[in-house]
């Protein structure tokens, strides 16, 4: 099995900065794109940034500048440092990864997980 924990989640006033992490761990062969992803109460999940196991990022509108992704492929964890927090980036921060694992002797499987979730509140 594999599983996703995110930490680093909490309340911090406008202006502050929060850095949130996400672990990997279980059966993994391998692990391609990895990303964070956000939704706010009576929102859809948007997209936060994405990053490919070769450091390619993408980001959601308007984040790039304030948000940034990085990952550490020997900690199977990747990383969001937010900085210059706004009472908008208020949600729950969901991690995702494309995770290639082994169930059989010749077979291998690529799936996406999620993380559960940690929650981020901007507010003074």
């Known amino acids: 099995q594999v599983q996703l924990v995110e930490s680093g989640g909490g309340l911090v006033q406008p202006g502050g900065n929060l850095r949130l992490a996400c672990t990997a761990s279980g059966s993994i062969v391998s692990i391609g794109a990895m990303g964070w992803f956000r939704q706010a109460p009576g929102n859809q999940r948007d997209l936060v940034a994405t990053i490919t196991s070769d450091n390619s990022t993408t980001y959601g509108d308007s984040l790039k500048g304030r948000f940034t992704i990085s990952r550490d492929n020997a900690k199977n964890t990747v990383y969001l440092q937010m900085n210059s927090l706004k009472a908008e980036d208020t949600a729950v921060y969901y991690c995702?990864?494309?995770?290639?694992?082994?169930?059989?002797?010749?077979?291998?499987?690529?799936?996406?997980?999620w993380g559960q979730g940690t929650q981020v509140t901007v507010s003074s």
């Open positions: 995702n990864a494309r995770i290639r694992r082994q169930i059989s002797s010749s077979r291998y499987v690529s799936q996406n997980y």
